[in-house]
């Protein structure tokens, strides 16, 4: 985890996935650098499994669910999850297997006496370095069945399932070239009776990176329910890195209608957006949709033929790299951080910045009158509403005469005619370049930035 790119892309895929819980292994950072690394994750707590001074394996978690630890070890992390105050705590055991075949039994023997530690929905997942089975394993030599006994032997034991996958039908590729290429699923999901009974839709995705010879995976307890986005138009600063830009503003300005009163500057702002939305679509795209689209096509050439495509995921990669870096001008500007530079690569701050600002503004529940809370998205809005109108309704056994007949005049007549006059050139500049650049976009999602640049 010192690659900083590695970094960025596990960013990426909390950001794109928004998880409750990360876990990562064979991680080999400090402590001190495991607690750092949450706050670019954007999830507040943190467990690490400390060996010889450096994180094994590192669990993050979001504040909004409670996660308690039972028991740690060298290769795993075993907590006690629950959702919600009202949910059904499971068991969950994060690991990383051993990677030496001699050792491996070991491993299986501690898989075993953490089954009998406690009843209840349990839940495993992990590297667990080994196969179930011989078409899990890709490669010219064939895998020792007597190790692939041995492992679904404990699993039978435990009384845990596969849960099962969608993508490619391996988790790990050594990137040899020839008869030298291993791909193997070793990494998996895996759950007992009582926790499949409880999340009947779960499943598992293997997600494609660029940067680490395992595919991460993505477990969602329940299937995915799409909800529809309005589109929103953003000007973007990383725009800017095309120097075509400025003429593409200059000819949309220039079809503006006549008129010098704000709805002609407003239709003409219109103008200037709509013209950029087509502009940016066709040269820039949607960079999160295009990095999903990578990581698909990179995902498609493993699966075709991961030798004979060795050039071509090779340069796949290094491209994906690349929109990873436009991605971070995204960032950047979705932090608000008022101290950073366009195209500064210091990144160590600003990705945490914007996902804990996000976080920190979404409402997921409210407490009603009767003390109850609700959760439900419908019935937060109608509470929202009523409460607002409640607030800004007038009262009507309320004078609001006898209050202002209360209040001693502040503003004298000289004062109030100098805030009267009419607005200079030179006060309304004063004016624009007081606004910080890349704070929050009005309604046309223009920020300051763009007319202090234009």
Known sequence: ??????????????????????????????????????????????????????????????????????SQGERYIDVLVVENPDGVPWRATFLYGEPRVDNRRDMW?????????????????????????QYDHF???????????????????CDLHDLGFSGLPWTYNNNQAGNRNVRVRLDRGVANTDWMALYPGASILHLTSSRSDHKALLLSLQPEVQSPQSHVFWYEIMWEREEELGTIIQQAWQKRNPG???????????????????????KFGHVTNQLEQLRKDLEALECDDPIANRETILKTKCDLDELLYREEMMWLQRSRITWLKEGDRNTKYFHHQAQWRARKNYIRRLKKEDGSWCSNKEELQDMAVNYFEHLFTANDLVNPQEIIDLLVPSVTA?????????????????????????????????????????
């Not at 467990?47 to 394996?57: H, M, R, V």
């Not at 010098?260 to 066709?282: H, M, N, P, Y």
């Open 414 to 454: 000289q004062t109030n005619a100098d805030l009267c006059k009419e607005y200079s050139d030179e006060e309304i500049g004063d004016a624009l370049f007081q606004i910080s650049p890349l704070k929050a976009p009005g309604p046309d999602g223009l920020p300051g930035w763009f007319f202090q640049r234009n």
């Open 260 to 282: 010098s009163d704000l709805g002609a500057l407003s239709a003409s702002l219109q103008c200037v957006t709509k013209e950029l939305k087509i502009w940016s679509k066709d």
């Open 139 to 157: 490669s010219e030599t064939p895998r020792t069945e007597r190790q692939m006994m041995d492992f679904r032997e404990v699993l039978s034991h």
């Open 1 to 70: 985890m010192g690659n900083s790119r590695i970094v960025q892309e596990l960013c990426n895929f909390v950001k794109l996935h928004h998880p409750k819980i990360v876990f990562l292994s064979e991680t080999r950072m400090s402590a001190n650098r495991s607690q750092n690394l949450r706050w670019k994750l954007g999830l507040k707590n943190c467990l690490a499994i400390d060996s010889d001074g450096l994180s094994e394996g590192v669990l993050f978690r979001d504040e909004y669910i409670s996660v308690s630890l039972l």
């Open 109 to 133: 023997e501690r898989l075993r006496s953490l089954c009998g530690v406690q009843t209840g929905p349990w839940m495993v997942i992990g590297d667990f370095n080994e196969a179930m089975w």
